[in-house]
């Protein structure tokens, strides 16, 4: 009987977890980057989309061109630093209870979803959220 009640409370664990993967937060030590303290972070090319569901992605230092897209659900996205990690294009989010933090955006952004928290990143040019409880600056 125990040996049931075990599997069945490992499953419901396990189901819980499944619409956006695990809890996210800033991700813990360290970032790497390229970017030595002086001057601006060199040019890093262009970021690829994040797809998915519970994604930790860290974004090195550098300047990327063109947009960066987050599509899916509880991703975690991590740049640098505001200083550090700058998107020279627009940050576009498609998806529920994402995270984006450390970036400084430059062209003006959109969020498409519920519940994302993007306070953690600055924006030139403003944000257009759409849906609900979202959190932007």
């Not at 989309?49 to 974004?59: E, L």
């Amino acid at each position: 009987m125990n040996n049931r009640l075990g599997v069945g409370l490992g499953l419901l664990t396990l189901g819980s977890c499944a619409l956006y993967g695990d809890p996210v937060g800033p991700p813990p030590g360290p970032v790497p980057g390229s970017w030595a303290g002086e001057g601006a972070p060199e040019a890093a090319g262009a970021l690829a989309p994040v797809t998915g569901h519970g994604a930790q992605v860290v974004i090195a230092a550098g300047v990327y061109e063109g947009d960066l897209v987050i599509e899916g659900n509880g991703n975690n996205v991590a740049g640098a630093g505001h200083e550090r990690t700058i998107v020279r294009g627009a940050l576009l989010v498609r998806g529920d209870a994402n995270v984006v933090h450390s970036i400084h955006v430059l062209e003006p952004s959109r969020i498409e979803g519920d519940e994302n928290d993007v306070r953690g990143t600055v924006f030139e040019q403003g944000i257009e959220a759409s849906g609900e409880a979202n959190l932007v600056p």
